[in-house]
C-alpha cells in the first residue's frame, strides 16, 4: 500500500511538473480525455457528490492564463515531489521519526525535563560506578619520560591483570571466555611470537600468514559443506562479518537503484545487522518472534517488498539460544529472488558438530537451497584468539560487492577484502593453529560436553517453580526468567556471588551461555544452588532492585528509546575513563 502511494505521488508531481512545463499541451490533453468520458456523465456515475466541484473547478482552470497554470502546477509538482521525500525518501520510517518528534516534545517540558533530569543522574552514577578502576598500582595518563624496564613492564601488566574477582577461570562467567586450557594457550602463545610482526596487507612479504588466511576460510566453508564456488574472506569478528555481508546485499540494492534497501530479520536478530544499517544507509524491518522466540515465518514474507534486499536467520540466536527456521526462510529467498544470511556467529563451531555429538539438528549450511551467506565466529567455539571470524557467501560474485577498491589514489592500486587495512597476522596464525590443534573430533567432543551442560542445567531450572526457560534451546544459551519473581534482582544476587551473567529484555531474562569453561567444573550443581538461594533472598527483598540490572527493570519501562541510548552513552563514556 505505501509503495502503491508513493508511486501515485511521484505520478502526480511528474504530471504536475510537466504540465507546468507545457500547460497548453497538457491542459487540451486531459480536457479531451474528460471530454471523451463525457464530465457530466462520468462524474454523476462515479462520483456525484464530487460532480459540481469538479466542474466548477474545471472551468475556473480553464479561465486561468498560461503564467498562472505555470506556477499553480509547479508549485503542486514540488509540494507532491517533496511530500513522497518526506514519507518514503528517508532512513527512518514516517512511524520512528513521528515517535522521535513526540517523545522530543514531551520530555522537553518543563516539569518533566526535570524529573527526567534526576533519575538519568541516579542512573549515570551506578553506571560509572561499576566502572571505577581498583587494585590498581597507578594510572597512567601521558607516556612515561623514559620508557620502563621489562621487569616492570611485567610487575604492572601483573597488577592489571589480577584487577576483578577472576571468577571466570572458575566457570562463573557466561560467555566471554570459551576455554581455559592451559596447554592449548601455549601453544597458540608460541605461535603468536612467531608471526608478532606479520601483516596480511602485504601477501608478498608474509606468504606463510596468506596461505593460512586461506586455509582458515576452507576449512570452514568445508565446515558448512561448501562445494566449488561457495568462498570467503576473514574479518576481525562477528559484527564485521555481518557488516560486509550487508554491505555485499546493499550493492545489489544499490544496483537495482533502491536508496534505502531492507534488511529483514527477527527481533531477536544480533544488533550487528542494525549497526551495518547505521553504518551503511539501509533499513531494518524488524519481525516479532513466534512464541518458541524463533522468527515468526509468516511475520517475515509479510515484511518482505521491493525493496528487501536480504533475509536474515540465526543458528541460534544470542538471546534465546534459538535456531530459526532456516529452510523456510531460504524458500522465501528462492520465491521472491532475495539473499538469505545465516548468522551463525554464536554457534559456529557447534552447529556443524552437533549431528556427529548425538544432537541432529535441521540443515542450516549450504546444503539448504536458498541460503547465500553464513557467518561463524572462529573466536568463539573455535577456541581461537579474539579478532578473528569469517564470512562465507555462495559465490565470488557475492563476495565481490564486499570488496573495496581505489584504482585512482596516488599511492597505487589500493584494495582490501574487508573494512581494515593493516591486520595482525599473528591473530590469523593462532587462528589457525587452533583449529588444526583441536582438529575435527575434538569439536565435535567439545560440542557434546558443552550441549550436555546446558541440558543438566536447563532440566533442574525447569524444576524451579518460580522460574521459566524461554522457547526450547538446542544449542549453548539458556534464557531464565520469571513470572511471579523480579528476575533482574535475581540477576543482582548472582552477581554478588560471582556470577557474570548476559541481562535480556523484552520480556525481561537473564541467560547463560555454556562454554568449554564450564566442563567438569561442577557448574550445573554450583550454578543451581546459588539460583535457588537467590531465588529465596529475592522473595525476601519484595520486588526492590538494586545493582547494575536494576538499570534493565527500569529502561524496559521507558516507552522513549532515546533517553535508554543517553545512560548507554553513559556506559561508553566510562570505559574509558581512568
Not at 93 to 113: G, M, S
Not at 172 to 201: C, M, R, W
Not at 286 to 308: C, H, M, P, Q, W
Request: proline share 4%.
Amino acid at each position: 500500500v505505501m509503495l502503491r502511494i508513493k508511486t501515485l505521488l511521484s505520478f502526480l508531481s511528474l504530471f504536475g511538473l510537466a504540465f507546468a512545463i507545457s500547460p497548453h499541451f497538457w491542459w487540451g490533453l486531459s480536457a479531451g480525455i474528460l471530454s471523451f468520458f463525457n464530465p457530466n456523465t462520468f462524474f454523476d456515475k462515479y462520483f456525484p457528490f464530487l460532480r459540481d466541484e469538479a466542474l466548477h473547478l474545471y472551468n475556473l482552470l480553464s479561465e486561468l492564463p498560461s503564467w498562472r497554470l505555470l506556477l499553480l502546477f509547479s508549485t503542486i509538482g514540488y509540494l507532491l515531489h517533496a511530500l513522497s521525500i518526506f514519507l518514503f525518501e528517508t532512513r527512518l520510517t514516517l512511524k520512528e521519526r513521528l515517535v522521535q518528534t513526540f517523545f522530543y516534545c514531551i520530555r522537553n517540558a518543563p516539569f518533566i525535563k526535570s524529573y527526567i533530569k534526576v533519575e538519568m543522574d541516579k542512573a549515570k552514577v551506578i553506571v560509572e560506578e561499576a566502572f571505577e578502576s581498583t587494585n590498581c598500582p597507578r594510572k597512567n595518563r601521558t607516556l612515561p619520560k623514559i620508557g620502563l624496564s621489562r621487569e616492570e613492564i611485567l610487575t604492572e601488566s601483573e597488577a592489571h591483570a589480577k584487577m576483578g574477582d577472576g571468577n571466570w577461570r572458575k566457570g562463573q562467567v557466561s560467555g566471554a571466555v570459551y576455554i581455559y586450557n592451559p596447554d592449548h594457550k601455549k601453544v597458540l602463545e608460541e605461535v603468536y611470537s612467531k608471526f608478532a610482526e606479520t601483516n596480511p596487507l602485504h601477501p608478498d612479504v608474509f606468504p606463510g600468514v596468506r596461505k593460512m588466511d586461506a586455509e582458515i576460510v576452507s576449512m570452514c566453508l568445508n565446515m558448512y559443506h561448501g562445494f566449488d564456488e561457495e568462498c570467503g574472506v576473514t574479518t576481525s569478528g562477528g559484527t564485521e562479518s555481518i557488516l560486509m555481508a550487508m554491505k555485499a546485499y546493499r550493492e545489489i540494492g544499490y544496483a537495482k537503484s533502491i536508496k534505502y534497501p531492507e534488511i529483514v530479520i527477527a527481533t531477536s536478530a544480533h544488533s550487528a545487522f542494525m549497526k551495518a544499517a547505521n553504518y551503511f544507509g539501509m533499513r531494518v524491518v524488524r519481525v516479532k518472534v513466534d512464541k518458541n522466540y524463533a522468527l515468526d515465518f509468516k511475520g517475515f514474507e509479510k515484511a518482505i517488498n521491493s525493496y528487501t534486499v536480504v533475509l536474515v536467520a540465526s543458528a541460534p540466536s544470542y538471546p534465546h539460544g534459538i535456531i530459526d527456521p532456516v529452510g523456510e526462510v531460504a524458500k522465501l529467498g528462492l520465491k521472491y529472488d532475495i539473499g538469505v544470511h545465516v548468522d551463525c556467529c554464536l554457534g559456529g563451531f557447534l552447529i556443524p558438530f552437533m549431528e556427529e555429538a548425538g544432537y541432529p539438528i535441521p540443515m542450516v549450511d549450504f546444503r539448504v537451497d536458498g541460503v547465500t551467506s553464513i557467518s561463524c565466529d572462529t573466536h568463539k567455539y573455535g577456541y581461537g584468539p579474539k579478532g578473528c571470524s569469517v564470512i562465507m557467501y555462495k559465490n565470488a560474485k557475492l563476495r565481490k560487492n564486499q570488496y573495496f577498491i581505489d584504482t585512482d589514489w596516488s599511492g597505487g592500486i589500493y584494495a582490501s577484502p574487508a573494512i581494515a587495512g593493516s591486520r595482525s597476522g599473528a591473530v590469523l596464525a593462532c587462528t589457525w593453529a587452533a583449529m588444526m590443534h583441536v582438529g575435527r573430533e575434538g569439536y565435535i567432543e567439545k560440542t557434546r560436553e558443552i550441549i550436555s551442560v546446558r541440558k543438566e542445567v536447563e532440566k533442574e531450572v525447569l524444576k524451579i517453580p518460580e522460574l521459566i526457560v524461554y522457547g526450547n534451546p538446542t544449542v549453548s544459551v539458556l534464557a531464565i526468567g520469571s513470572k511471579t519473581l523480579n528476575i533482574f534482582n535475581i540477576s543482582d544476587l548472582l552477581t554478588k556471588k560471582g556470577w557474570h551473567l548476559n541481562v535480556l529484555q523484552f520480556p525481561g531474562a537473564f541467560h547463560i551461555c555454556f562454554t568449554a569453561v564450564h566442563v567438569g567444573r561442577n557448574i550445573p550443581e554450583l550454578f543451581i544452588n546459588d539460583l535457588k538461594q537467590c531465588i529465596e533472598a529475592a522473595q525476601d527483598t519484595n520486588g526492590i532492585v538494586n545493582g547494575t540490572s536494576s538499570i534493565y527493570g527500569t529502561t524496559m519501562q521507558i516507552p522513549d528509546r532515546s533517553l535508554v541510548g543517553e545512560v548507554t552513552t553513559t556506559y561508553l563514556n566510562s570505559l574509558y575513563k581512568i
